[in-house]
C-alpha cells in the first residue's frame, strides 16, 4: 500500500503563490507517476499536473505557465508550485500516486485533499 499525506493549502489573494506538499510511504519503489488533480464544487475532479518516475512533466492548459510540479529527491515527495493563482483555481487539491495498469501489480492511491481558496 501506499500512503499520501498533502499539506500547504489555504486562502491566498488573487496573483498569489502558494506550494502544496505530498509525502509518499509504503511501496514507494513501486510507484511510476505522481499526480495532482482538484476537484472544485460542483465540478468533476480534472488532472492539474503529473510527473513521471523518469521526470516527465504534464500539465492541464488552464495551469501550464503558472503551476510547476515536482519530485523531491528522495522520490517520496511531490511538489505544486502554484504561481499567478487565480478565483477559478478554488478547489480541493488531490495527491496521486499510481503504478500502470500494464505493470504487475497496478495500483492508484489517494491523498485526503487540501483545500486551495483563491479570492478576487
Known amino acids: 500500500q501506499v500512503q499520501l499525506v498533502e499539506s500547504g493549502g489555504g486562502l491566498v489573494q488573487a496573483g498569489g503563490s502558494l506550494r502544496l506538499s505530498c509525502a509518499a510511504s509504503?511501496?514507494?519503489?513501486?510507484?511510476?507517476?505522481m499526480a495532482w488533480y482538484r476537484q472544485a464544487p460542483g465540478k468533476q475532479r480534472e488532472l492539474v499536473a503529473s510527473?513521471?518516475?523518469?521526470?516527465?512533466?504534464n500539465y492541464a492548459s488552464s495551469v501550464k505557465g503558472r503551476f510547476t510540479i515536482s519530485r523531491g529527491n528522495a522520490k517520496n515527495t511531490v511538489f505544486l508550485q502554484m504561481d499567478s493563482l487565480k478565483p477559478e483555481d478554488t478547489a480541493v487539491y488531490y495527491c496521486n500516486a499510481n503504478r500502470a495498469i500494464s505493470r504487475p501489480f497496478p495500483f492508484d492511491y489517494w491523498g485526503q485533499g487540501t483545500q486551495v481558496t483563491v479570492s478576487s
Open positions: 509504503g511501496i514507494i519503489f513501486a510507484i511510476d507517476d
Open positions: 510527473i513521471s518516475s523518469g521526470g516527465s512533466t
